[in-house]
Structure formats: C-alpha cells, structure tokens
C-alpha cells in the first residue's frame, strides 16, 4: 500500500451510491430491553456508554484501498479498537480486495435509539438493512431483506463481525459451554473450492496463487454454536454474542491473509424476508473505567537548554492532578526527586482532555523519569549529544534493506536475496493497477505491451512496506539526502555497497559514504529511467495481486528470469521462464513526475561530484533535458489538480537546477512561479522559497519577510489547535511526513530569518515524532529512544517485527474521534507503514537537531 494519490481513479461507484434508491424503510420495534440499555446514541453519532463506544459505519469502506479494517459497525472496548468490519458480507473471511458494501444510506434515530444503515452489493443488485440498537448488556444487530437473497449469494451472504486478533491472543473462549483456546498463530481447517465459485474479488483480480489449478481456498469455522463468548476470563475483552436465528460461526482469517481477523457470522437464510438474523451483543463493562493517563514525551530524550514539556492525555472523566515530578535515576540505582512542579490543564482535543508539565529547568546531564500519580514513565537521558545518533539505525539498517536489484546481507543475517533481475516489462495499456498507477490507451514509449525493457534492473528502494519503485517517491528520498549531504556532510560510513556485484553488507564500512552510497543508489534508478524513455516514469510494480500482498525476501516476489511466452506456466530455462511474473513499467507521461524526477537529478549532480563524476554528468544531463521537455508558459495562478502538482513539481525542480547551475533562466522561472505558489499554497512552497535565498539577491529576501511572519503566525497557532503544536493531519494515512516536513520547514525558517522564527517548532516536530504525540509515548522511529515502535508495517511484518531506523506514519484520527495508534497489529498501513521519502526526511530533521542551537531564541521583530 502506500499514499497513491489515486482516489480519483476509483469514484464512479462512491458517486453512483448516493443516487441508488434506497429500500423501504423496516418498522423496527424497538428492544422492550432497550430502556434498560446503557448504550446512548450521543451527539458525536454513535453510542456511547462508559467503557464502551460501538460505532455503526461512522467510517466506511473508502473504497481507495478497499477493506482497510476501519469501516462498518466498530467497538472501541475500554479505550482499544477490537471489532471492525460488521456488515453483511460475502466470504466467511473477508479478504482486503473482496466485494465490500456500500452505504445507501445511514439514518440516526434518537427517538428510537437506534442507527439503520442499508447497504448494497452493485454487482447482485443486493440490498440489505441493519438496525443497531442499544439492549440490555450490550446491542443488538438486526439485518432485514426486502427480497429474498439473490440465488448466487445463497450460502455466500452472513452477518460478520471482525475481532481484532492481538486483543485476544493468549484468550480463550467459550461456545455454548465447549471451551478453547484462540489460536496465536493460525492453523484452522480450510476447504478447496472450484474457482468459479467464488465471489469475485476487486476488478476481476485474484490474491491467491492457484498454479494454474482454477481453485481457491476459504477458511472452515474453528466453533460453531448459538452462544459464543470471547475471552470470558477478561473483564476488559470479554464478548458475548448470542444468535436468536441461525449459528454462529467462528472463524480465523489469518489463514487465507496474514492481516486477517478473527470473525464471528452467521449465514443469512435462503428464500427468507423480514428480519432474517439477530444477534445480542454483549460487551462486558468495568464499572467505573478509566483510561490510564499517557505521559508523551521524547523517547530519545532532550538536550540540556531545550524547553521540555510533557503532554499528558486524560480520560474525559478523568481530572489532571496538580503536580508532577521528574526524578534522577543514580548509578545506584536510586530515584531522586529533583523537580515537582504544577501540571497545567490545555483542555480537550478529540476525545480526550489534556494537560502539559513544564520540566525545562531539568537541564543535566543525566538519566530522569517522569513521576504522575502511581506512573513512572521510562528513563530517559538529558545530554548535549542526545540528537546525535538518531539517525543511524536509518542510513544504516532501514535503507539498505530497502535496495532494489541487490542482495542485503547483516553479519550472519541475510535480509533478502537479488531482487527483480528481471525488471521490467513494458505495461499494457488502458490498464487501472490496483496500486493506484494507470497506462492510457498508448504506451507513450517505443516498446509494446508486454516487451521486456532492457537496463531497468538497478538502483531503487522499495516505495514501502511493498516493494514497488514509485519514482515520486524515490525522487524525493535522493533530494532529502542530498540536502542533509550539503547541509552537514554526515561521512558516515557503516555499509559495504558493490553496485557492479549488487552486494550490499550492513556494519561493513567501505570507505565511502553511506549518505552518497544512497543518493548514487537512487541517482542509478532516475538515470535508468532517463536512459530507457528519455524522461522518468510513474514506476515499476508487480503486475499480479497475489504478488502485491508478498510478505518476506523481495527476491522471491517474482522469480528473478525474464518471461518467456514460448515457455508453460511454472517452466524455466536457463535465464527465462514461463510465469508471467515480470513487473511492470507504467510509462505514461506526467510532466509533475518528470520535474520532479528532474529535481532530483539536478541535486544528485551535485552531491556526487567528486565521488562518480561521470554520474554526476548524466544526472545533470538528464535534469536539463526534462526541464527543457516540460517548459511551459507561465501558468495560471488557480491551477486545477494536475496543474497544482506540476507547478509544486517545477518549483522544486527549478530551485535545484538554479543551484546546480546558477543559470539565471531558473531562477527567473523560479521567482515566476515562487511569488503565486507563496499566496496560493504558503505551506508547501515557503520552504523551497527560503532555500532559494542564497541564489537571489537582497530585494528577494526582503519580498519574502511578510510570507514568513505570515507562516509564523499559523505555526503559533497550531498550538491552539491541539497540545502537541504540530499539524495533526485527519486523512486516511497518518501524518508523520507531515510533521516532518513541518519542523524542516521550519529549520529552514529559522536559519534564514533568526531574528523573526526561533527554533522551537524545529525540536517540537522531532519530539513529536520520538513520543510526544497522543494514544501513547511510543517513538514512531523504530529501534530509536527507549520505547519505541517495535510491531510495524515493514515488509517483515508477518513476524510481528520491525526493521530498525523506520518511520511510522502514527496516530490516525478515525471518524468522528478517535485517534488510534496500534502497537500490537502491525498491518493497519495508515498507522504503521514505513515509507522511503518520509523516512530520508527524517534522517535530514535529526541531523537538524543535533547541530541546533537549542537555547537561542528570537528577538523580537
Ligand atoms: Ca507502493
Ligand atoms: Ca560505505
Ligand atoms: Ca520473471
């Protein structure tokens, strides 16, 4: 998965729902219990009691990424998201890219307590309505039909309701009285099926790999019974679900997609109106219940004069204590107190309320942890030097293991073997991939669909948690390095990098620098794609579903030889095969990619002068050119979508071609298109405007003193917004790169213009992004501070782990809410995806870091 920027690709559907006609409404008579329900329907649209919320399809199925395990009817038990995905679906467990529902329509009924959803599968013409409503103990789901099933969904069609696997490992259950144990790792019985039989998946795809045999495979109930009660040992997690029609089902969707839950179902009957399914759902409340306080602050710890404030997040019904202390760890071992001081309430944000604790005056050096009440948070260290290697495990350890085309090996470890040697195919065209990239009805290039490409098989990162080359972002990643390169010249070296015997050993230095080893490692990429289409391209991606979702060595995502149609499926000879499993190369045109490809190149130019000048040559080459391509009359200043990230694009690549070049041409296309991107987007563009200075003369900088107060002003108001004074985005894929870019942003601020911005956005970016942030004090750099993440969306999630130095996205805000951040799961992408660019930008903020002068602050204008 990752941040495709494809939504637009996929609204016909969304549009066509609202137009559907919605079916008569059921007369539902309310639960004779309900009056003794403590569930409320409260004001945020779902309902509400201490302990517990149950959401009924507050979030929907988006359609972007299809199932994303954050739609339908939802639980949030005692603070923790544990049930998603309850809806009327139609595979005992739905996979990611199975037919999901859409919402005709949503009615909230405070007379009645009740919220009624209908929903409709377009494909069978299905319609069918749930009714939540509070009862006593817990709810009830009601689903009604109109009209009979449809013959095709008879046995296919069930009420589900998805519980979220790590909330109940180490969990038994019970099913009418019969024990067991839910599985850690699933091992539950599947049946074989003709493929004919199945419900089709998205756009006609598959996720599984059936060799050619026309079968697939689906998951067989571990239980079934009419009472199912979840880990009834728990007061916290403790479920019980009673079917008054039909069995239920449970089930363990781990076995057909490592991101599955386990389910509960019942079959909805054949030939049947009416109400056709009901269950009682009973969540077990703990009287009284309070979420724990969390304490956020910098894992990794602060420098001596850096201004220190802890944020503490509170249960609504919880009130903030008065003070809190922070207390010096001896190498006795002994705790001693040496601050106390009052804990400031902020106020509510979301759901919760907060407060703030001042402990600057704690300068050090030493080890401290913070006292609130009963909670002690980790120890953490105060010390000039604390920023200073924050940033290893992430040139050393993330990146590397990143490498497209070559093979990575740690000490006795061997991360993945020679990755997609046969890269890449020429795309089909008028082709929509499930990716987000699309081809157009021509190739755009000299070669045919399907013709193999030569020279694309080097350089690169894995985009993601995927593996795919997503020249945006890989665009960007060399940019970010080559800024950290100029900025402070990190000469680092713990990697052996062979590009010629694509060998590539983690703590093995070579004697050159990592930083260029990378910025040459991406340079090769760009270059390729200069060479092969005389412009880059959108990227290179698997062309199958069942290879998109490969979890483990990227060198077994494809079978490493060239495809060769003479040959059977599954047949190899020599260095060719049969399988078509060669990726593919979407070559369409887009003159945002090509500038920003463009930027790139211009800024790799110059890092790597002197390290491989015959690169460094090609790269500048290929930047002019690009350039030269896209060049354009200057363009209206209310660009529409496709302008917006071209002009976005332009800005860039015309700032790093005017420093790789000082040709006046740039900069006058840069003062043209810099002074509407300052007015249009002051965000996105004040940083690329402030970068330019040093190329422009005095009148440029004095042009641009108004637009920095004007972004000082928004900086300081974030501090309103939520307790953290950082943006918190509210979009599908949390904000880490955000806040990222922010505090470089920042940074760039601060040097340029030190009498107006003081440096402390900078570091309260970082300490952010290192724990100071909501849902809980975790560092969302694995492997960096004393707790960090260490269950993350990598491309070794299977194995609940992490690859060091990677930077999560964080805390995604679900509607209307919730922020949630999981720890235990890594598969939600949105929370915990590591991403190239994000990832080299924050190896650019903790260099940042490191070398700010922390204690400066500005005079006043
Ligand atoms: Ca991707
Ligand atoms: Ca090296
Ligand atoms: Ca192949």
């Known amino acids: 998965m990752d941040r495709a920027r494809s939504w637009l690709a996929y609204p016909a559907w969304r549009k066509l729902a609202v137009l559907l006609l919605s079916t008569a409404p059921v007369s539902v008579a309310a639960s004779a219990l309900a009056a003794d329900a403590a569930l409320k329907l409260n004001e945020q649209g779902y309902f509400e009691e201490r302990g517990l919320n149950v959401l009924v399809f507050s979030n929907e199925y988006n359609g972007m990424f299809f199932d994303e395990k954050t739609a339908g009817i939802e639980l949030i038990h005692h603070g923790v998201r544990t049930a998603t995905g309850g809806a009327v679906r139609l595979k005992p467990t739905p996979e990611q890219w199975d037919q999901i529902p859409k919402v005709v ?17 377009e494909e069978f013409a299905f319609d069918s309505k749930l009714v939540v409503a509070p009862a006593a103990g817990g709810f009830s789901i009601g689903v009604y039909l109109d009209k009979p099933l449809p013959e095709r969904l008879e046995g296919r069609a069930g009420l589900n309701l998805e519980f979220l696997p790590s909330a109940y490992f180490q969990k038994t259950y019970l099913v009418d009285g019969r024990p067991g144990i839910l599985p850690l790792y699933p091992s539950g019985p599947m049946k074989v ?4 039989t199945q419900i089709p998946q998205f756009a006609g795809h598959s996720t599984f790999d059936d060799r050619g045999r026309h ?17 009834p040992e728990s ?3 403790r479920v019980t679900v009673r079917a008054t029609t039909g069995e239920l089902m449970l089930l363990d969707g781990r076995n057909v997609a490592q991101n599955g839950w386990y389910v509960v ?20 409340v703990v009287e009284g219940w309070k979420r724990p306080p969390v304490v956020a602050f910098s894992q990794a710890g602060y420098q001596p004069k850096q201004k220190k404030s802890a944020v503490i997040e509170l249960d609504p019904n919880d009130t903030p204590l008065d003070t809190a202390s922070v207390f010096e760890v001896t190498p006795e071992g002994a705790a001693v107190e040496r601050l106390k001081a009052r804990v400031e309430p902020w106020g509510r944000y979301l759901r919760y309320a907060y407060a703030t604790f001042d402990f600057s005056s704690v300068e050090g050096p030493g080890l401290f942890f913070i006292q609130y009440g009963g909670q002690r948070t980790e120890a953490f260290p105060v010390a000039a030097d604390v920023y200073r290697d924050i940033w290893h495990h992430t040139l050393d350890v993330w990146f590397p293991e990143q490498m497209d085309h070559v093979f990575v090996n740690e000490a006795y470890r061997v991360w993945h073997g020679l990755a997609h040697l046969d890269d890449a195919r020429q795309a089909p065209v008028d082709w929509q991939h499930f990716d987000g990239y699309r081809m157009g009805p021509s190739t755009e290039t000299k070669y045919a669909p399907g013709e193999h490409i030569p020279g694309l098989d080097v350089g690169g990162w894995f985009d993601a948690g995927d593996f795919d080359i997503r020249t945006g972002s890989l665009a960007d990643t060399v940019t970010h390095f080559v800024e950290t390169w100029e900025l402070f010249r990190p000469a680092r070296d713990e990697t052996f990098v062979d590009e010629a015997g694509r060998y590539v050993d983690i703590h093995r230095p070579d004697g050159k620098p990592d930083l260029l080893q990378q ?9 390729a794609q200069h060479r092969a289409f005389g412009r880059a391209i959108p990227g290179i991606i698997e062309p199958q579903l069942h290879q998109y979702h490969h979890l483990g060595d990227a060198s077994t995502q494809t079978d490493g030889l060239a495809y060769d149609p003479s040959l059977r499926p599954y047949q190899r000879q020599g260095d060719r095969s049969g399988t078509p499993d060669d990726r593919w190369a979407f070559t369409g045109k887009s003159a945002a990619t090509n500038l920003t490809s463009a930027a790139a190149l211009a800024a790799a130019s110059r890092a790597l002068r002197g390290f491989d000048d015959a690169l460094a040559e090609e790269c500048l080459a290929a930047a002019k050119k690009a350039w030269s391509d896209e060049e354009q009359p200057a363009s209206s200043p209310t660009p529409g979508f496709e302008a917006f990230f071209r002009q976005g694009a332009e800005l860039n690549a015309a700032l790093q071609l005017l420093a790789a070049t000082k040709d006046r041409r740039y900069a006058d296309r840069f003062q043209e298109l810099a002074w509407p991107a300052l007015d249009r987007a002051l965000g996105r563009s004040i940083g690329a405007a402030v970068r330019a200075m ?18 000082k002003g928004e900086v300081d108001g974030l501090s309103k917004q939520n307790p953290y004074g950082v943006p918190i985005g509210t979009r599908g894929w949390a904000g880490n790169n955000e806040v990222i870019s922010f505090a470089v942003t920042s940074y760039y601020l601060q040097r340029a213009f030190p009498r107006l911005v003081g440096p402390e956005p900078v570091l309260r970016g970082l300490e952010y992004i290192l724990g100071r942030h909501p849902v809980s004090n975790t560092s969302f750099v694995s492997g960096v501070g004393t707790h ?7 491309n070794n999630r299977a194995d609940f782990t992490f690859v060091a130095g990677g930077v999560v996205p964080g805390v995604l805000v679900l509607k209307p809410d919730f922020p949630e951040h999981k720890e235990d799961w890594p598969f939600l992408w949105g929370e915990n995806e590591y991403v190239v660019d994000a990832c080299a930008n924050y190896i650019l903020l903790a260099n940042i870091a490191n070398q700010l002068p922390a204690s400066a602050s500005p005079a006043r204008p």
């Open 193 to 196: 099926r003709p493929a004919d």
């Open 788 to 794: 960090s993440q260490r269950i993350a969306y990598g």
């Open 519 to 527: 910025i040459e490692h991406g340079a090769l990429q760009l270059v």
């Open 694 to 711: 040093p190329f422009l003369d005095a009148a440029y900088a004095k042009k641009l003193e108004p637009y920095v107060l004007k972004y």
């Open 215 to 231: 079968e697939y495979v689906e998951v067989e109930p571990i239980a079934t019974g009419k009472t199912l009660v979840l880990a």
């Open 235 to 237: 007061p916290e997690r």
């Open 105 to 121: 329509e949503r009615k909230l009924s405070r007379e009645s307590n009740t919220i009624e959803v209908t929903l409709r599968y």
């Open 265 to 284: 179902r019942t079959l909805l009957p054949a030939r049947a109106t009416g109400k056709v399914a009901e269950w009682l759902v009973e969540p077990h």
